[in-house]
């Protein structure tokens, strides 16, 4: 099994082209968002950090009065503007997240069945994932073209897309860090071609 960390930035298509790949390939990819969204869930090893740091108040409440999952909104609002509690939530959670697919690789590297295992995330090359995978891919888009799936798909102002920008690595440092660049920036067909290729050579 071979072991690819996918990277990029907020925009390029990361996570539309993977789910083509998973469904064209006998592999497993673990969406790094969906696992912390995973990890905050009641029973999960982040959960009693979050609520001991936020309070109850960002639990879901059911109609008898009992508190249930973290509620998204109340916890984006708690943090709202406060990066010093924001740095203590992602304290908890990127721990919490790099454990938990720890305990894939290993699980799927014991059971043996896969070809590819794919972890996507924007912050691999941060985390320290580059000593970890076997290659380090990095999903290219024009800025242009980000910007204009940004403002399509999630309605962000040019502010805030500014704003994301300015917080991620820069194309030069995503560059030098990957072993392999697919360019996002035309149709997916186009980007599955270059994947096709690239893993037709790195299986020979």
């Not at 305990?103 to 972890?119: C, P």
Request: negative net charge; hydrophobic residues 40%; glycine residues 6%.
């Amino acid at each position: 099994m071979k072991l690819i960390g996918v990277t990029g930035g907020v925009g390029a298509g990361k996570s539309a082209l993977l789910t083509e790949v998973l469904n064209k390939y006998n592999c497993r990819v673990v969406f790094s968002d969906n696992v912390a969204n995973d990890v905050k869930k009641k029973g999960m090893s982040a959960y009693d950090k979050l609520v001991e740091l936020l309070g109850d108040e960002i639990l879901e409440v059911s109609d008898d009065g009992s508190f249930g999952e973290i509620d998204k909104k109340k916890m984006a609002q708690a943090i709202f503007k406060d990066d010093e509690l924001l740095q203590k939530v992602n304290a908890i959670l990127h721990p919490a997240t790099n454990d938990y697919i720890a305990d894939v690789i290993a699980s799927e590297r014991a059971k043996g069945e896969i070809d590819y295992l794919f972890i996507e995330a924007a912050l691999l090359i941060e985390n320290g994932y580059k000593d970890i995978v076997d290659e380090m891919w990095y999903i290219y888009a024009s800025e242009e073209v980000r910007r204009q799936r940004l403002k399509a798909a999630r309605g962000y102002s040019d502010e805030k897309i500014d704003s994301i920008l300015e917080a991620q690595l820069s194309e030069v440092e995503f560059r030098k860090n990957c072993d392999f660049v697919v360019d996002n920036s035309a149709s997916l067909e186009d980007a599955l071609n270059q994947i096709d290729k690239h893993l037709a050579a790195i299986s020979k």
